[in-house]
């Protein structure tokens, strides 16, 4: 079981930058790939980042690369999503997930609000 509380959204002007962060709880976070997803109004969800347990494989949607930056810290049971050059075409509800020790995103969040202002 692998509980996840996101924190770090808010209100930002466009070509800032916020630093989301999900604090894990339960023992399979170590094992656990993480991903962020985002949902837009009127839109689906969709994947925005996800890395391994290790770190060693990380994805990411076309529309952020260069721009946004997943990481973890396996020993504070976190994963961060640092997000530059913001763009209103960035605002979303975000969304961190995690696998557990199976396949596919079994565990997710409350999500936190980003809104960039043009």
């Known amino acids: 079981q692998v509980q996840l509380v996101e924190s770090g959204g808010g209100l930002v002007q466009a070509g800032g930058s916020l630093r989301l962060s999900c604090a894990a709880s339960?023992?399979?976070?170590?094992?656990?790939?993480m991903g962020w997803f985002r949902q837009a109004p009127g839109k689906e969800r969709g994947l925005v980042a996800s890395i391994d347990w290790s770190g060693g494989r990380i994805y990411y949607v076309d529309s952020v690369k260069g721009r946004f930056t997943i990481s973890r810290d396996n020993a504070k049971n976190t994963v961060y999503l640092q997000m530059n050059s913001l763009k209103p075409d960035d605002t979303a509800v975000y969304f961190c997930?995690?696998?557990?020790?199976?396949?596919?995103?079994?565990?997710w969040g409350q999500g936190t609000e980003v809104t960039v202002s043009s």
């Open positions: 339960g023992r399979t976070f170590s094992m656990s790939t």
């Open positions: 997930a995690a696998t557990g020790s199976g396949t596919g995103y079994r565990y």
